[in-house]
């Protein structure tokens, strides 16, 4: 049997206990501590004795000692391995672990209440169904992208921006489908939009830095910004997006550093900024000199009419770091984004990168880049954008038949997910409890306020789901909503 790895051990050669006890010791300290698990294959005793350099005959007398004490068990033909039953003494020198000092050092609690994953259905917070790639298509990119750079001896380090043909692709898709006036040296490639704007903060923001955000934003950009040390201020919202005579007022008692939106498709709202609010954010910036970090994060996915220009096309004075990304187009385990902006602020995030990873993927940014040039990255996003079209018709009608009349909302023009506003006294807080006791998960609005108390929404991302597997969901979560309501 093949042996992945080699166990390492030190001997005392001139100390009072023999070789072979002390061979079968390091064993049962390797138990004892966690090293070695059950069922764990030991080497063999020809190997053990090689890389320890001594007789075979004294391994053979250490794991014959070992398996007279139940530590070990051999199975012929294929070696020693840890027993699944170890002896009661197993454990008689494990102490009680020291929590860990670094164990809540900035991280959210982890959720590991609610049922097995396997009955769990997600309503996520707007991720795409992985179940479209163009698994065919990705793959041959992926083989040329891997003969190609190992003839060309290009799997070394590379550039920290990103390979320049991706580069010059996602400008090129800027400067024809978005207006943006970019090229190559505007853009750097990321490891996906959150590192994007983490980038941006950790640019732009100095400890003490006053920071905009909207009152109901992306958590992990929140907290993006407030690792760089930022002092945060909520901004209200409606229906028209950002609440631009807010931030106008908030500019005149407080010098903001940056403002972070997403104007596309609001998050967690999903409302689209208008057209006016757009441009007066935009003269904001430059009349009270901020930056604005603009996360486009699923431009491609906008339906109900041709989609608004980003506001980095607004953009002639630099102020603006557009952020977008790859991976909802794909897949999100892909981990492929890109920002653009300036040639002065490109130079930052390659040093940045340099000091967090050095550079992205390679093969990943050669293949997709593969997928641009040739057009079937296009092709893609024109067959799952009419997926996701009829995925949204087909959710809006569910949600009106199963959580009418408790449940309201409007119809987004895109994105992956409904905002759904709750009517009476339904109480959130205990509709998500109730929610995941009955085998779905919905996020509410609490999750993404900018203060603690309830807010009476939830996200209900539809994108990765089915038809049959959304109403599988909903009628759980009527379910669950039947608790506070009665028969709906």
């Not at 794909?330 to 967090?356: H, K, N, Q």
């Amino acid at each position: 049997m093949l042996r992945r790895w080699t166990l390492t051990m030190t001997l005392d050669r001139n100390g009072p206990l023999p070789v072979h006890l002390q061979i079968a010791q390091a064993v049962i300290d390797g138990i004892q501590s966690g090293r070695l698990l059950p069922g764990t294959p030991l080497p063999g005793s020809r190997t053990l004795a090689d890389s320890l350099g001594v007789n075979r005959k004294t391994v053979v007398l250490a794991y014959d000692e070992l398996h007279a004490q139940g530590w070990v068990h051999t199975q012929s033909k294929r070696g020693a391995f840890v027993s699944a039953q170890l002896p009661a003494a197993a454990d008689a020198r494990r102490q009680p672990a020291d929590r860990c000092p670094l164990a809540d050092v900035g991280l959210p609690a982890s959720d590991s209440d609610g049922p097995a994953p396997g009955r769990l259905i997600e309503f996520s917070d707007g991720v795409p169904d992985t179940r479209l790639i163009p698994f065919d298509v990705l793959s041959r990119a992926y083989r040329h992208a891997l003969i190609a750079t190992a003839r060309a001896n290009r799997l070394a380090y590379g550039d920290p921006r990103g390979c320049a043909p991706l580069r010059q692709e996602i400008a090129a898709m800027l400067r024809l489908e978005r207006g943006l006036d970019c090229g190559e040296h505007h853009v750097c490639a990321v490891r996906g939009s959150q590192m994007g704007i983490f980038l941006a903060a950790r640019m732009l923001v100095r400890p003490g830095d006053h920071v905009a955000l909207e009152q109901l934003s992306y958590p992990p950009a929140r907290a993006a910004f407030a690792s760089c040390g930022a002092v945060l201020h909520g901004v209200p919202l409606d229906g028209s997006g950002l609440d631009t005579d807010a931030l106008e007022a908030l500019c005149r008692r407080q010098r903001l550093r940056a403002v972070f939106v997403t104007p596309h498709h609001q998050f967690p709202t999903t409302v689209t900024m208008s057209a006016e609010r757009r441009m007066r954010l935009v003269e904001l910036a430059r009349r009270f000199e901020f930056a604005i970090v603009e996360d486009d994060y699923d431009h491609e996915f906008h339906f109900a009419h041709r989609p608004m220009l980003p506001l980095a096309s607004m953009d002639h004075g630099g102020r603006v770091i557009h952020i977008g990304s790859l991976s909802k187009v794909l897949a999100p385990g892909l981990r492929l984004g890109y920002i653009a902006a300036s040639p002065d602020v490109i130079r930052r995030c390659a040093a940045e990168i340099t000091l967090i990873d050095r550079q992205g993927n390679a093969l990943t940014e050669l293949a997709v880049t593969e997928l641009m040039h040739d057009g079937e990255l296009k092709r893609h996003i024109r067959r799952v954008r009419r997926i996701y079209q009829s995925r949204l018709a087909d959710a809006a009608d569910q949600v009106r038949a199963a959580l009418h009349p408790h449940v309201d909302f409007d119809l987004p023009g895109g994105g992956l997910a409904l905002w759904l506003k709750l009517g009476g006294d339904i109480d959130i807080d205990r509709l998500a409890a109730d929610a995941l006791e009955e085998g779905v998960r919905i996020l509410p609005g609490s999750q993404f306020a900018d203060r603690p108390g309830p807010v009476p929404a939830f996200r209900l991302g539809y994108g990765s789901l089915d038809s049959t597997e959304l109403g599988r969901g909903l009628a759980r979560l009527r379910s669950a909503l039947q608790r506070q309501t009665g028969p709906l």
